[in-house]
C-alpha cells in the first residue's frame, strides 16, 4: 500500500503547480513508530478528525485484517494538554505537536 502526499505550490498568491510524494505505508510506519526525542518520547500520527491512525499501542496498519481501528486521540493519549492540543489542531492552528 502506498501513502500520497500532494501540497499546492503558490508563488506571490497564485497556483503554480503542484509537489507530490508516495511513500510504502509499512516506511510511513516505521518512521512514525521508531521516532524518539529521548527516552521517554514517542511519536503518532493522526487524521484532520483527531483519530489516531498510528499509535505504538496499536496494530501495525499493515496488518490490518478488515478496516483500520480509528480511536479519538484523547482516548489514547491521557496528558492534561491533549484536549487543548486536540482542538489547536481540528482549528488549524498547528499541524505538528509536541507535548
Known amino acids: 500500500m502506498i501513502i500520497s502526499e500532494c ?8 497556483v503554480q503547480g503542484v509537489t507530490c510524494a508516495d511513500m510504502k505505508v ?4 516505521s518512521e512514525i513508530v521508531d521516532f524518539r526525542l529521548g527516552q521517554l518520547s514517542y511519536s503518532f500520527f493522526v487524521d484532520s478528525r483527531s483519530r489516531i491512525l498510528i499509535h505504538p ?10 478496516e483500520p481501528i480509528f480511536l479519538d486521540m484523547e482516548s489514547v493519549e ?5 484536549s487543548e492540543v486536540k482542538q489547536r489542531m481540528l482549528r488549524q492552528v498547528i499541524k ?3 507535548y
Open 78 to 82: 491521557i496528558s492534561s494538554e491533549t
Open 7 to 14: 501540497l499546492t505550490v503558490y508563488v506571490l498568491g497564485k
Open 96 to 98: 505538528t505537536a509536541v
Open 57 to 66: 499501542l496499536l496494530p501495525r496498519p499493515d496488518i490490518y485484517y478488515k
Open 26 to 29: 509499512d516506511t510511513f510506519f
